[in-house]
């Protein structure tokens, strides 16, 4: 209903433009997704809590797959562009590693609703391709940074480097996957200075793995001799 003078009157809901309400739409589908779960989140809840009705909300997502696909992709590519822009900068490894710790626990920071919802459903590729894409990325820039100085030396034989870049690739699951959990679990102890929480990171990994590198080995249990 217009008033007098061809505007709305008071107390009418304004029509929100179809943009802002996607983005609206995907913002709280991101946090419900990441606060029950794929699995547990459906339409109505998305509804519900922006305050639409479910009609509206299938006008804009054809279902709830194609709302996860599209609020994991806007996080995969918001992600993976902080990481090549901080750490494709680096020349060193090591510092390669210690940048990437770095964008993830600003991201964390930055984004909380984001961040729950990748370590809920990162090593859950059924509910989607995009974050087994992010998975994959994570992955191949790991790897890459610790392969980086092998790769390097002349020295190095291709058998020997080959054999180097299979060990590394085993790592890498291992590695990643500590890393984000000390993200995680920093963020349910801020009483722990994050640059301490980030030193431990760096170290756990770069050490860790140095020690590999050098060929130290635990002894195999006595059940595989």
Not at 204 to 221: T, V
């Amino acid at each position: 209903m217009a008033n007098e003078t061809g505007g709305p009157a008071p107390g009418a809901r304004r029509r929100m433009p179809h943009a802002r309400r996607r983005e609206q739409l995907l913002r709280v589908a991101l946090g419900e997704f990441g606060r029950r779960g794929y699995h547990l989140t459906q339409m109505e809840h998305v509804a519900g809590t922006a305050q639409v009705s479910k009609a509206l909300l299938y006008q804009h997502f054809a279902s709830k797959e194609d709302l996860f696909a599209e609020v994991t992709e806007s996080i995969v590519t918001d992600l993976t562009g902080r990481l090549n822009a901080s750490v494709l900068a680096q020349q060193d490894s090591m510092e390669g590693i210690r940048a990437m710790v770095r964008v993830l626990f600003d991201y964390a920071t930055a984004e909380p609703d984001a961040w729950t919802l990748v370590i809920r459903h990162l090593d859950k590729p059924e509910v989607g391709l995009e974050l087994r894409e992010l998975r994959e990325r994570l992955g191949t820039a790991f790897a890459d940074l610790l392969l980086r100085r092998r790769r390097a030396d002349p020295a190095l034989s291709p058998a020997a480097l080959a054999a180097n870049e299979r060990r590394v690739r085993l790592l890498v699951p291992l590695m990643y996957g500590s890393m984000l959990s000390m993200v995680s679990w920093w963020l349910e102890h801020p009483e722990t200075p994050r640059d301490r929480a980030e030193q431990m990171a760096v170290e756990f990994i770069w050490l860790g793995l140095d020690r590999l590198r050098s060929g130290e080995r635990l002894p195999a249990p006595e059940s595989t001799r």
